[in-house]
């Protein structure tokens, strides 16, 4: 048996979490307040995801970055992989919220798209 302690982050509440585990399947969570605790604390010990968040250079626009995020969560394991492929990219204006900044970032098969409109 293994147990695992974690802080939801599922909202400012953060429930602290404790995750039983047998033979690597979780068998039980509690501290967990609502349903998406439970969700969450399944997901992080098996499959941990990030959704991350940025800024690109933009070149000819009114602004020198532009706010970016991955369209969906990565693997917490590749979010350096995807930072520095973010802190290398950089894109022309203009750019307009949900263009395809960067496409299959890192090969997770997720785009990095931009949050904000830059003329
Ligand atoms: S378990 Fe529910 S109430 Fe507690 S931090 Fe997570 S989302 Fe919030």
Redesign the pocket.
């Given at each position: 048996m293994e147990k695992r302690e974690l802080t939801?982050?599922?909202?400012?509440?953060?429930?602290m979490?404790t995750v039983i585990l047998e033979n690597g399947e979780v068998t039980e969570v509690t501290g967990?307040?609502?349903q998406?605790?439970?969700i969450?604390a399944r997901k992080e010990v098996v499959n941990p995801t990030r959704i991350v968040t940025s800024t690109v250079k933009v070149t000819g626009g009114e602004k020198e970055r532009v706010s970016v995020k991955t369209a969906s969560d990565i693997p917490k394991d590749k979010i350096f992989e995807v930072m520095k492929a973010i802190d290398a990219a950089s894109i022309s204006a203009p750019v307009n919220i949900g263009d395809t900044v960067i496409k299959d970032v890192a090969g997770t098969g997720v785009d990095v798209i931009a949050t904000k409109n830059i003329s």
């Amino acid at each position: 048996m293994e147990k695992r302690e974690l802080t939801c982050i599922g909202c400012p509440m953060g429930c602290m979490l404790t995750v039983i585990l047998e033979n690597g399947e979780v068998t039980e969570v509690t501290g967990n307040t609502c349903q998406k605790g439970d969700i969450y604390a399944r997901k992080e010990v098996v499959n941990p995801t990030r959704i991350v968040t940025s800024t690109v250079k933009v070149t000819g626009g009114e602004k020198e970055r532009v706010s970016v995020k991955t369209a969906s969560d990565i693997p917490k394991d590749k979010i350096f992989e995807v930072m520095k492929a973010i802190d290398a990219a950089s894109i022309s204006a203009p750019v307009n919220i949900g263009d395809t900044v960067i496409k299959d970032v890192a090969g997770t098969g997720v785009d990095v798209i931009a949050t904000k409109n830059i003329s």
